[in-house]
Structures are given as C-alpha cells and as structure tokens.
C-alpha cells in the first residue's frame, strides 16, 4: 500500500505559482505550445501531475493537496466576471445564449449516443455508459462524484466511481490541449479578429508595458477587491434562499448572477462611486484568480488512479473528442456566426463538451489574450455551461437509468 504524503494549504497554493511559471517558461521555449494557445497553467499543472504519478510509481509515494483555496479562487473569477458585465451586453447576448444553450443540449443527447454505442460495441458492463457519456464529461468530477452511488447500487459496478473520475480527469486535459489549436484553426483560417477596443475582461497581456499598465495601483486593487468581496458575501448570504426555491445552483454561478445585478444598479444609484467594472486592476485579479485555479486543480489529478481501466476507456474517450471537434467546427462555429466571438466560444465549447467551465474560461481566456477581447462569450458560455445545461443533463441522466 503506497504512502500518502499531505501537501498542507499554504504550501499547494505556493506551488500552484511555481507550477504556473514552469509553463510560463515552457511555453517561452516551445513554439507549438505558443501557436496552440495552450494556457500556461495547462503546460506547468499536467507537467506537475506527470512528476506525481512518477511518484507514486517508482516511490511508492501518493502525493495529496489541499485545495482549501481552490474554490475560494473559483469565487473571486466568476464575481470578477459578473462585475464587467452589463446589461447592454446581456442584452445582445440574448440570442446568442439560446443559441448556444440549444447546441448545448443537442450535443448532450449526441454524446450519450456515442458512450452507449461505444459501450456496447466494446461489450461494457450495463450502466457504464452514462459514466462515459455526460455525467463524466459535460457533468465533470462534481456530477460524477454525485452520481456514481446511484449508478453503482442500479447496476452493480463496484467500480463507478473510479471510472467515472478517470473519465472526467482524461476529458478535461483533453479540453485544455484541444481548445486552443480549434480557435486557432478558426481564427487563421477566416482571418478573423476582435472589432472591440474595451480593456479587457481577462487575460492581461503577459508584460507590464501599455497605455494600461500604470493603471494599476494598489488603491484600485483594494478597491476592486473590496467589491469582489462584498458581492460573494451577498451571494453566500442568499445561498439558503437560493436553495429553498429547489434550483440547484454552484455557488460560483450565485457569486456571477448577484454581481451581474450589483453592477448594473449601484453605479447608477451612486454615480459619483469608482467601480472596478473592466479596468486592469479587476482583470488583474480574475486573471490571478483563474491561472492559480487551474494550475492547482492540474497538478493535483492523481494520473494512477486511471490505470487498469484497460483500452476501452480510451478507445470511447478518443472517440468523443473527435465528434466533439467535428461538432464545434461543423455546427456551433457556424451556428454562433462564424465571426471571432464564434471562435472563441469555439475554445471554451471543449470545455462544456469534455472539461468543466473553469477550462472553459481558461481556453478562451488564451485565445483572447493574443487576438483580442469578447465579452460577450465570457457571459454567455458560464450562464450555460454552468446553470442551464446542469439542468438538462440532469434530465438525461435520469432517463439513461432507466
């Protein structure tokens, strides 16, 4: 039985930096990682998980951390994110967000149809389906986790659970290496860039020069961190309220919707107030809020826990990364307008289909780094691939256990 050693809080939130500048620095050298907007979290955090399992294969040794700090970062993105938005913005977004909640469900039903073909075709027990289809992939480790008891009891498979995380682990490094080189075939294949000229959301340029950088000061930062933390803390307030109304909602979905309401009320009751809304001090922060989140949550995939699944999980997971490329390319690109902002939520599409949200952002947030900003799908994809879509998979699911 290997050992297990207990990476304490501080020290995995120390490590989450230093694993992000080890991709920083590979990403520097290593042009491909460059031209595939593969974020530098990504490179640095799969890096990290590799020495890991080495680890525990040759040492004999279970590394775990402690992700304490991991969700509170998760927080402090999400509010940054409502904060920019504003209602002129949802307002054009409207259409788009049906559009892209109606592709969302459509793929949902096509990636059951792929996992329940897939199972039968390699002869799976009953009921890994569902484990390899949207309750690992479009659910991720949260709906696994949630639902592998219940597939476990209904169709006894003792192992449901550790094939439906080694399932939702694989899709979400998938995620993180495909949504960078898709956008990139889309935006240099059209020619397509950015008509806006806002600062951005996210994804600060990664040197200190600019028209922006002497923006940032440290009365800005407090005061955008002032704002960050008071909205949170309403939203935490209305959690019990929230629950009550029997909508389940992730606490970073309240965190968006309460400071989507405060930013577009407060300034207007106190116009004479500073607000953080898209200044570099706020993206600053949801830029930092995001990098060190998925670094932490890369580098602490325990990789051992996906051996002795055999071929088959590969075979069917190889199989959804391909119709979810075709997919992206040949239906939502096309549907969302075939313009830059289409592209984009191109990238963040991988990780509704096989990730989770925060790679989502992590992916769109690369490619608008280099070609320019797209409020709009930064509003649009968490509204879906956070809230409404959990409802419909929900639906799928249960209709699958039948």
């Given at each position: 039985?290997?050992?297990?050693?207990?990476?304490?809080?501080?020290?995995?939130?120390?490590?989450?930096?230093?694993?992000?500048?080890?991709?920083?620095?590979?990403?520097?050298?290593?042009?491909?990682?460059?031209?595939?907007?593969?974020?530098?979290?990504?490179?640095?955090?799969?890096?990290?998980?590799?020495?890991?399992?080495?680890?525990?294969?040759?040492?004999?040794?279970?590394?775990?951390?402690?992700?304490a700090a991991r969700d509170m970062l998760l927080l402090y993105f999400f509010t940054g994110i409502g904060l920019n938005a504003r209602l002129s913005d949802l307002a054009l977004g409207g259409r788009p967000l049906l559009i892209l909640l109606l592709l969302t469900v459509v793929y949902l039903g096509l990636q059951n149809a792929v996992a329940i073909g897939g199972a039968k075709a390699l002869g799976l027990p009953?009921?890994?389906?569902?484990?390899?289809?949207?309750?690992?992939?479009?659910?991720?480790?949260?709906?696994?986790?949630?639902?592998?008891?219940?597939?476990?009891e209904r169709f006894g498979l003792p192992n449901a659970l550790e094939v439906g995380?080694?399932?939702?682990?694989?899709?979400?490094?998938?995620?993180?290496?495909?949504?960078?080189?898709?956008?990139?075939?889309?935006?240099?294949?059209?020619n397509l860039r950015s008509d806006e000229i806002l600062p951005p959301m996210v994804g600060l340029p990664d040197d200190d020069v600019g028209p922006d950088a002497g923006k940032v000061t440290y009365r800005n930062i407090l005061s955008a961190l002032l704002v960050l933390n008071v909205a949170i803390l309403?939203?935490?307030?209305?959690?019990?309220?929230?629950?009550?109304?029997?909508?389940?909602?992730?606490?970073?979905?309240v965190c968006l919707l309460v400071a989507i309401v405060i930013t577009n009320t407060l300034p207007r009751l106190l116009p004479r107030m500073a607000w953080p809304a898209r200044t570099p001090a706020l993206a600053l922060i949801s830029d930092l809020s995001l990098k060190i989140f998925l670094a932490m949550s890369l580098m602490s995939m325990q990789l051992w826990t996906l051996g002795g699944l055999g071929p088959a999980l590969a075979i069917v997971l190889g199989l959804q990364t391909l119709v979810a490329v075709l997919?992206?390319?040949?239906?939502?690109?096309?549907?969302?307008?075939?313009n830059y902002q289409a592209a984009v939520l191109a990238a963040g599409f991988t990780g509704i289909s096989l990730g989770a949200t925060p790679t989502a952002i992590a992916n769109m947030t690369a490619v608008t780094?280099?070609?320019?900003?797209?409020?709009?799908?930064?509003?649009?994809?968490?509204?879906?691939?956070?809230?409404?879509?959990?409802?419909?998979?929900?639906?799928?699911?249960?209709?699958?256990?039948?």
């Open positions: 039985m290997p050992a297990t050693f207990e990476v304490s809080g501080f020290l995995t939130f120390t490590l989450a930096i230093v694993v992000y500048f080890v991709g920083a620095g590979l990403n520097g050298v290593i042009a491909p990682l460059r031209r595939w907007n593969i974020p530098e979290a990504v490179t640095g955090g799969l890096l990290a998980a590799v020495v890991t399992l080495l680890c525990y294969r040759v040492l004999g040794l279970a590394i775990s951390f402690d992700l009953d009921g890994i389906a569902p484990l390899l289809g949207s309750v690992s992939l479009i659910g991720g480790h949260g709906t696994t986790i949630a639902w592998a008891p219940l597939l476990s995380i080694a399932s939702a682990t694989l899709g979400l490094v998938i995620a993180s290496l495909v949504g960078g080189p898709v956008a990139g075939i889309l935006i240099n294949r059209f309403v939203a935490y307030s209305l959690e019990g309220a929230v629950e009550q109304t029997g909508i389940k909602l992730p606490m970073f979905v997919y992206i390319l040949f239906a939502v690109f096309p549907a969302m307008g075939r780094r280099t070609h320019g900003p797209a409020p709009i799908a930064f509003i649009i994809l968490p509204l879906v691939s956070a809230f409404f879509i959990d409802i419909a998979n929900a639906l799928a699911i249960g209709f699958m256990l039948r």
